[in-house]
């Protein structure tokens, strides 16, 4: 990845807010803050703290990485409105990362990247040996071999891997190095987003657990 891209990742799919800026191949600065509920309200001062730590202001950023589940419905659209949001403001990349990738980040190949949900619900997925076009899979192929299952029901196949990294790196490592093997059209300045880099968008699958109002709406008066 470039030495000097300075890459800011997080997430909040799950129960934490969690964040790291890289720079290169070194960590500036990284949290995981548990929390149940809150996210919405603690990423951006979070983000804030981080990149102070670090010594960067948000004009500093080369790309956005976001983790864009699958995981708790609310959590992964704070995430990634945040990161859409912060791309648009900032004239940068913003890249979504799913739990799978980054459980696989730097794992040894094939392996199998297996990520609990809640209970025994568990989202898995087969990563095989790395291609030249590994960096720049489309959103499509990894969201068709996302499998959601129990952790009984597992199929044969590779070993369950576990990236080396911490969950917010690994996201901030997987964005530096798509949009490192994207490089944005040389005829627009400020660069837009590479044409092969999607915006991030949620990824569930399974349907939300919230059901429609069972009372009839109410009357509107003319």
Same mark, same amino acid.
Not at 55 to 61: A, N, P, R, T, V
Not at 181 to 207: E, G, N, S, V
């Given at each position: 990845?470039?030495?000097?891209?300075?890459?800011?990742?997080?997430?909040?799919?799950?129960?934490?807010?969690?964040?790291?800026?890289?720079?290169?191949? /070194?960590? !500036?600065?990284?949290?995981?803050?548990?929390?149940?509920?809150?996210?919405?309200?603690?990423?951006?001062?979070?983000?804030?703290?981080?990149?102070?730590?670090?010594?960067?202001?948000?004009?500093?950023?080369?790309?956005?990485?976001?983790?864009?589940?699958?995981?708790? #419905?609310?959590?992964?659209?704070?995430?990634?409105?945040?990161? @859409?949001?912060?791309?648009?403001?900032?004239?940068?990349?913003?890249?979504?990362?799913?739990?799978?990738?980054?459980?696989?980040?730097?794992?040894?190949?094939?392996?199998?990247?297996?990520?609990?949900? @809640?209970?025994?619900?568990?989202?898995?997925?087969? #990563?095989?040996? &790395?291609?030249?076009?590994?960096?720049?899979?489309?959103?499509? @192929?990894?969201?068709?071999?996302?499998?959601?299952?129990?952790?009984?029901?597992?199929?044969?196949?590779?070993?369950?891997? /576990?990236?080396?990294?911490?969950?917010?790196?690994?996201?901030?490592?997987?964005?530096?190095?798509?949009?490192?093997?994207?490089?944005?059209?040389?005829?627009? #300045?400020?660069?837009?987003?590479?044409?092969?880099?999607?915006?991030?968008?949620? !990824?569930? &699958? @399974?349907?939300?657990?919230?059901?429609?109002?069972?009372?009839?709406?109410?009357?509107?008066?003319?």
């Amino acid at each position: 990845m470039p030495d000097g891209l300075r890459v800011l990742g997080f997430d909040t799919s799950a129960a934490h807010c969690a964040a790291a800026v890289i720079c290169g191949d /070194r960590v !500036l600065a990284q949290r995981i803050e548990p929390m149940a509920r809150g996210q919405a309200e603690r990423l951006f001062p979070l983000l804030t703290e981080l990149l102070a730590e670090a010594g960067l202001g948000w004009s500093d950023l080369g790309a956005i990485g976001v983790g864009e589940g699958p995981g708790n #419905f609310t959590g992964v659209r704070i995430s990634v409105a945040a990161a @859409r949001g912060l791309a648009l403001s900032l004239g940068i990349p913003a890249v979504g990362i799913t739990a799978t990738e980054a459980a696989a980040c730097d794992a040894p190949r094939p392996c199998r990247a297996v990520v609990t949900l @809640r209970g025994d619900e568990i989202v898995w997925q087969d #990563f095989p040996v &790395l291609s030249p076009d590994s960096p720049l899979r489309s959103a499509e @192929r990894i969201r068709a071999s996302a499998t959601l299952g129990r952790n009984d029901a597992l199929p044969p196949g590779p070993e369950t891997c /576990r990236s080396p990294h911490p969950l917010p790196v690994a996201i901030a490592i997987l964005a530096a190095r798509r949009v490192a093997a994207a490089p944005a059209p040389d005829h627009m #300045f400020p660069p837009a987003a590479p044409a092969a880099i999607a915006r991030p968008a949620p !990824l569930y &699958l @399974r349907p939300a657990d919230a059901a429609p109002p069972r009372d009839p709406p109410p009357l509107i008066l003319p």
